[in-house]
């Protein structure tokens, strides 16, 4: 039966379950008419219709959050660290998110000396917005586009704070990885922050990997560092999850349903402390 005939049959009768639908979906890929790029983005559509807000936002714990009572000069090199434009506001803990700040609300601040000695979080608080880790991306979705909100709080079931979830992730989950301050040029692999500090593309060959650092890991399993990574967690990882191998150790930042994106890696020393890593806390949004 052609993949023609299969989807008129689909289509016809009763419907059929989500993998049947996209055999045929990559049946029709095979057949030329449909690109890779949009196989991705529809079975993308149809995962996110399955997906709940749990399942990709960043925990309580890898939020970068803004206290309420911390003063301009304090909340600067956060923004500045971080490069996001959002950010939770706290009070005593993060599970008290009272607000949010936005990056460019401070600017009026910057400019002005006299305005910054008068500064307060309190009088640029933006309301947050609060979502049951239950709700599927798909309404959260058109929820955002509606109310243009770009951030979400996420609360569990007695009313705590679990995490956040962005536009951005959710977009994610249908076209992939979208450019942002982490990216890498086009043309490389791998981005030096510091003597100990890196961003690395999941797709980097094993053996650049090995060119590039001194070291000596095997690619008769893995072409990957991707591949490296997911063998040692033993899973597909979430963004913030970290691992250690062999003295590197290496932290999710972008990754989807599917693959992992783009790591963050820290080389270790007996001497440091890996806690002075500009990148200690995962990314809000």
Known sequence: ????????????????????????????????????????MIE????VNEMLVRE??????????VERNWELETILPVITESAHSRF??????????????????L??????????AEFSVRDVLRPAVFIPESKRLNVLLKDFRS???HMAIVVDEYGGVSGLVTIEDVLEQIVGDISDEHDIDEDGNIMKHSER????????????????????????EFDTVGGLVMREFGHL?????VVEIEGFQFKVLHSDSRRLHLLQLIMQSDDSDVSSDPFAADRSA
């Open 56 to 65: 990709i936002m960043v925990s309580r714990s890898q939020m970068i959050v």
């Open 197 to 220: 500090h890196f961003t690395i593309k999941a797709l980097t060959p094993i053996d650049d990997f090995n060119e590039y650092f001194g070291t000596v890991f095997s690619d008769e």
């Open 237 to 241: 990882p979430k963004r913030g999850e």
């Open 88 to 105: 939770p506001v706290i009070g005593d803990s993060r599970n008290e998110v009272l607000g949010l700040l936005l990056a460019k609300d």
């Open 147 to 149: 109310s243009r909100n």
């Open 1 to 40: 039966m052609s993949w023609i005939d299969r989807l008129g049959q689909a289509l016809s009768g009763p419907p059929a379950d989500l993998p049947a639908l996209i055999e045929v979906l990559r049946d029709a890929h095979q057949q030329g008419l449909l690109d890779a790029d949009a196989l991705v």
């Open 107 to 116: 600017l009026p601040y910057c400019l002005n000396e006299n305005a910054a």
């Open 44 to 47: 993308g559509v149809l995962e």
